[in-house]
């Protein structure tokens, strides 16, 4: 499930990484807005506060160059669940939702894991340099560096 990927972004920059429990596998809209909740609540979510996180899937991503399990690379100042919980509404909704639907089916769970840091900027903007290095593209989720 663990892609080598995203175990090395947080390797390969000294952080410790942790995974949250549950992963996103809905069938419907209002599945997946009860999953994300679930998610983001947990213990570890909650408590997570200035972290750099990963959202990956099961099965890898055709990319530019190469494939990657890798969706989304992301960071927060606040706590994991903070950041997230007030978004559930809105992810599983709409084309957020179709977005999510066509991983699910094409590439299997998505999985959330993260390292807290001093600088979760500098660490956003590192895994993103190293993933457009390897990749020739950002994740599919996310929109800039």
Same mark, same amino acid.
């Given at each position: 499930?663990?892609?080598?990927?995203?175990k090395?972004l947080f390797?390969q920059?000294? &952080?410790k @990484?942790?995974?949250?429990t549950?992963?996103?596998d *809905?069938?419907t809209?209002?599945e +997946?807005?009860e @999953? +994300?909740?679930k !998610?983001?609540? @947990?213990?570890? *979510?909650?408590s *997570?506060?200035?972290?750099?996180?990963i959202w $990956?899937?099961?099965?890898?991503?055709?990319?530019l160059s190469? @494939?990657?399990? !890798?969706?989304?690379?992301?960071?927060?100042?606040?706590?994991?669940?903070?950041?997230h919980?007030k978004? *559930?509404?809105?992810?599983?909704r709409? &084309?957020?939702?179709?977005?999510?639907e066509?991983?699910?089916?094409? +590439?299997?769970p998505?999985?959330?894991s $993260?390292?807290e840091c001093?600088?979760? /900027?500098? $660490?956003?903007?590192? +895994? /993103?340099v190293k $993933?457009?290095?390897?990749?020739l593209?950002?994740p599919?989720l996310?929109?800039?560096?």
């Amino acid at each position: 499930m663990e892609t080598t990927e995203v175990k090395n972004l947080f390797s390969q920059s000294d &952080l410790k @990484q942790i995974d949250l429990t549950g992963c996103f596998d *809905a069938i419907t809209p209002n599945e +997946f807005v009860e @999953q +994300f909740r679930k !998610i983001f609540s @947990q213990d570890l *979510a909650q408590s *997570a506060v200035k972290v750099v996180y990963i959202w $990956y899937t099961e099965k890898p991503i055709p990319r530019l160059s190469g @494939q990657s399990n !890798i969706i989304y690379i992301g960071k927060t100042d606040q706590g994991l669940s903070q950041r997230h919980t007030k978004y *559930a509404q809105v992810e599983g909704r709409d &084309l957020n939702w179709k977005r999510y639907e066509c991983i699910i089916k094409n +590439f299997g769970p998505i999985r959330v894991s $993260y390292a807290e840091c001093d600088n979760p /900027l500098q $660490y956003e903007k590192s +895994f /993103l340099v190293k $993933y457009f290095k390897c990749h020739l593209e950002l994740p599919p989720l996310n929109s800039k560096i």
